[in-house]
């Protein structure tokens, strides 16, 4: 039958039914086998945690101190869930917010795609869409307890011209407290980036462009904050600062009053752009960009506090990772090394995973790769730094992979080990840039890996990744 | 009465054979016959100690000291390896100490090749107790050229000079350069004051951890006035720099801010700057910090405010909004008014708008010359454009009602007959300088020359 008789019988009205309903069964079953192909990715298992996610770039889902729950903003809305019994729950309503305006019904077609808005809407209409996201949430973070999120709404005061922070706690209960209303003209601080609360919740530590600063939440005002840097004690209510003006490292209170000092510990022309507190108190690690741009390489120290011993380190990359483990003065440090390039800038010639056990140890290797930067036939497979997590004991990590057959590029998510052994995670190349799925950390003491895709946000057992099936042979040289 | 015209013959019989002796205006005293002077815009080059007594001044390569009332001047401290020394040599003597002379026949190259390790005298300043001048010698030229030292000195009357203390400044250091200091009568203490201030402490020879994004000390005690960084507020700050005291006014965060404080520390101007590029303009108010109660005001950067008795009435000197292609040194339209205590309207006292077309010559007067007021504010000494029409300014006795005394002219100067530097001697005597000279003129004198003129 030809196309053309085939739809002169169709008008036949019973065959033209029967054509409809054809159709109809024929989009159910592709919605269903879609819906079914995306739920058999998971692992078996995976334990979904919110079946109906909406998310958007930042803030990514954070996992609380105790690694039971999770935070994270979807559908314009602070929610959190229980990861041993996955009820989620919505804390905080964002109107106004991107996702919130995305959950809309006009936008559903646009939810998993948001280049159809672009389409649909134009240029214009864009420009209208983003009039219209008028609070953006930023900075959620957990309480030291893990009994209630905070986060920011950030506005913009048009006739004030001013950005507006409201800095939000809720708990766990419910119970919804605002506790400050920042305006700032963004000459020292940037309300989007870190914040701090301290552990009396008596003040916030706004990160700055310069120095950070202090907000009184009992009078809702700032405070003169004479530092050029504050890093909360991960165990205590105290503060490692470096002071200004005198540059001397020192120790404050609760308070922020100074009860020790440390000296100026920096050489010339350096102070602590980046300054790390082990968990112990006992020692302090501290880096500051040597150059102009970010590429630019670092110069800092290690330094015991007690016994006054210290190492000077250096690095290629600002950006590389520097965390102390909580093994005393056990520190590890992820990033490329480079060198300078005939151009701008530093050209990669190698990376380093690597801990020490002190500031002058020898590293202990988990990852070092070295390479011609010119040489192009060389594979560069190493952990991707912006995309890496870490289990709360560091003894595990997750990160992307570049994509071994690209495009499309993208990267491909792996757990390794402290010994570097390394597994897949579970699951088939979606094509995305993240694959199989988007991790976003470990939960519940590093036995779980949380991750989401475009419509799930689950937790996958680590035991279920680091199975014979999942192992990878690494392509570097200590494999 | 006839004592006062007795006084004023005598006064002009003398100065009048002291004129034809030496061509110095009427009533003048020479202090220094040889005197070398570059000046900054707005600030006069001589430091007058409390009492209105004793000057003190850069000349020459060396600080040196005279009473105003004459009698020689004396040399208080050499200024080895400055640039004030570098221009004082014989080879430049027909530039007679102007820097920029000297890069004329140097060459702009030689000239900072010649000049790259010298260092500069910067911010003098007598003590109160007016036994010694305090002084930098700033060289921003050290291991690179980024890096700046101050060495502050100190140079009795009798002659001592020794450092007080050498501050380093750093790549990256705020505030990198110490525009403006103050030392403290116990020596304990080095403010750099203005905004971005640096409290450094002279034992440990090492900063202290600043809190402020502005300081000024006052003139009558070891306090400050400051705005605390962070909060932005006004605040009193005492001798060992904690504040005792919080005021209801808080600041834009741009930081581009400065104060005015009353000698008797009970009334203060707060202004804050435009940050647009091109505008010049400020807003702010003066506070009385004892009720509260503010007055709004605004004007021009060049604006200068001096506080009268203890109303908080202020003398404002100021110029007119600068247009496009205009200089704005005041040369276009210069002001002395009143602002009354209250919310009274502000008064002129004079005001002088140069006229629209005007020959280009004007523009030959190197920096409109400034005017200075009395300790008082009753009399101010003010160039205004020569009545004639013709290019130039001539100096003119102005008191608060208006009324004025013209210098005697000399149509070939730009400015005549020289250049005012400040009301000395209980305001009975101005020091002024002209190219070569620096001498004191009794204002009795100017006034009743001006009388005979007339």
């Known amino acids: 039958m030809t196309n053309r008789s085939f739809w002169r019988c169709a008008q036949n009205r019973k065959l033209k039914k029967m054509c409809l309903a054809l159709s109809m069964l024929v989009i159910t079953v592709c919605l269903f086998v879609s819906f079914a192909r995306s739920a058999d990715d998971l692992p078996a298992e995976a334990k979904v945690l919110d079946p109906d996610i909406l998310f958007y770039s930042d803030p990514n889902p ?106 939000k706690l809720a708990s766990l209960k419910g119970k919804i407290t605002t506790l400050a209303h920042i305006r700032d003209g963004g000459v020292y601080t940037h309300l989007g980036g870190m914040s701090m609360l301290s552990r009396d919740r008596k003040f916030i530590v706004l990160s700055g462009y310069v120095r950070p600063l202090i907000w009184d939440l009992t009078t809702d005002k700032p405070r003169a904050t004479p530092f050029m840097n504050l890093t909360p004690s991960t165990t205590g209510d105290r503060w490692l600062g470096v002071e200004k003006d005198t540059r001397q490292l020192v120790v404050t209170d609760a308070s922020f009053q100074i009860i020790k000092r440390f000296g100026n510990l920096f050489p010339p022309r350096r102070t602590a752009q980046e300054l790390l507190w082990s968990p112990d108190e006992r020692y302090v690690i501290w880096k500051y960009q040597v150059g102009f741009d970010y590429y ?45 390039g005939q151009m701008q800038g530093l050209v990669g010639t190698g990376f380093q995973f690597q801990f020490f056990t002190s500031g002058n140890a020898k590293p202990e290797d988990v990852w070092s790769v070295h390479f011609d930067p010119n040489d192009r036939t060389i594979k560069r497979e190493y952990p991707d730094i912006r995309f890496i997590y870490f289990s709360s004991d560091y003894k595990s990590f997750v990160f992307g992979l570049p994509r071994p057959n690209q495009p499309p590029a993208g990267e491909i998510f792996h757990l390794m080990d402290r010994a570097g052994h390394l597994w897949k995670l579970p699951g088939k190349d979606n094509g995305e840039y993240f694959s199989p799925y988007e991790v976003v950390g470990f939960a ?16 996958i057992p680590i035991s279920a990744v680091m199975s014979d099936a999942n192992a990878v042979k690494r392509s570097d040289k200590l494999e | ?66 009473q105003v009332d004459g009698g020689g001047s004396s040399k208080l401290a ?13 080879e430049f003597g027909d530039a007679r100490g102007q820097e920029w002379k000297v890069r004329k026949q140097l060459g702009n190259g ?58 380093d400044r750093d790549v990256g250091d705020e505030p990198h350069a110490l525009t403006a200091f103050h030392v403290r009568a116990d020596n304990k203490y080095i403010v750099s004051t203005g905004p971005r201030p640096l409290i450094w402490d002279v034992e440990a020879n090492e900063p202290v951890a600043t809190p402020y994004d502005y300081l000024l000390p006052s003139v009558t005690s070891d306090r400050y006035l400051g705005i605390e960084i962070d909060t932005r507020q006004l605040v009193l700050v005492d001798e060992g720099f904690k504040i005792i005291k919080r005021y209801n006014a808080t600041f834009e965060p741009q930081r581009n801010w400065d104060l005015i404080w009353s000698p008797d520390e009970r009334f203060a101007i707060c ?79 004079f005001r002088f708008d140069k006229p629209r077309k005007v020959s280009d010559d004007w523009n030959a007067v190197m920096t409109y010359p400034l005017i200075c007021a009395s300790s008082d504010c009753k009399l101010f000494a003010m160039a205004l454009p020569r009545d004639s029409g013709k290019p130039g300014y001539l100096y003119h006795l102005i008191d608060r009602s208006g009324s004025k005394w013209p210098f005697p ?29 620096l001498f004191s003129i009794h204002v009795a004198a100017i006034k009743a020359a001006a009388e005979e003129r007339k």
């Open chain 2, 271 to 349: 202004r804050t700057y435009s940050n647009q590029s091109l505008d010049d303009s400020w807003a702010g108010f003066r506070i009385d910090l004892e009720t509260g109660a503010k007055r709004a005001l605004e004007g021009y950067k060049g604006d200068r405010f001096l506080f009268v008795g203890h109303s908080g009435a202020v003398i404002r000197i100021g110029m007119r909004k600068i247009e496009q292609l205009e200089y704005g040194d005041g040369r276009n339209g210069s002001y002395i008014a009143l602002v009354p205590e209250g919310n009274d309207p502000q008064r002129d006292i």
């Open chain 2, 1 to 66: 009465m006839h004592r006062r015209y007795f006084l004023t013959l005598v006064i002009l019989v003398w100065s009048g054979a002291f004129l034809r002796a030496t061509d110095l205006p009427p009533g003048a005293t020479l202090l220094d016959g040889e005197y070398f002077c570059w000046e900054k815009w707005q600030e006069p080059s001589i430091a007058v100690s409390h009492d209105g007594k004793t000057i003190a001044y850069v000349n020459k390569g060396a600080i040196w000291q005279c």
């Open chain 1, 296 to 340: 630019s390489n670092w110069e800092g120290g290690w330094i015991d506090l007690q016994t006054g011993e210290q190492e000077s380190m250096t690095g290629s990359y600002m950006a590389e990772i520097v965390r102390f483990t909580g093994r005393g003065g056990e520190f590890m440090r992820i990033g490329g090394e480079g060198k300078q």
């Open chain 2, 110 to 167: 030689p000239f900072n090749q010649s000049t790259v390790d010298m260092s500069k005298v910067d911010g003098m300043q007598w003590r109160r107790s007016g036994k010694a001048v305090v002084y930098a010698l700033a060289d921003h030229a050290q291991s690179d050229i980024h890096a700046a030292r101050y060495q502050i000195m100190e140079a009795s009357r009798t002659g001592e000079v020794h450092a007080i203390v050498t501050i």
């Open chain 1, 444 to 459: 519940d003491n590093g036995k779980s890996i949380i991750a989401h895709d475009i419509r799930r946000l689950f937790a």
């Open chain 2, 409 to 437: 002219d000399d149509p070939s100067l730009l400015v005549a007959p020289c250049r005012v530097l400040a009301f000395v001697d209980e305001d009975q005597k101005l020091v002024a300088r002209d190219d070569t000279r």
């Open chain 1, 62 to 167: 954070i996992v609380a101190p105790d690694g039971k729950w999770i935070a994270y903003i979807s559908k314009g809305f602070v929610c959190v869930c229980n990861i041993d019994d996955p009820h989620p729950r919505q804390l905080v309503e964002v109107p106004h917010s991107r996702t919130h305006l995305l959950a809309q019904p006009e936008y559903a077609d646009a939810r998993d795609d948001p280049r159809i808005l672009w389409q649909r809407l134009g240029r214009e209409g864009m420009e209208q869409f983003e009039k219209s996201v008028t609070q953006t949430i930023v900075g959620l973070q957990w309480t030291r307890e893990g009994d209630a999120v905070v986060f920011g709404l950030n506005s913009f005061d048009a006739e004030k011209k001013e950005l507006i922070c409201e800095v």
């Open chain 2, 78 to 90: 050499e200024l080895k390896g400055t640039i004030d020394e570098f221009l004082a040599k014989t």
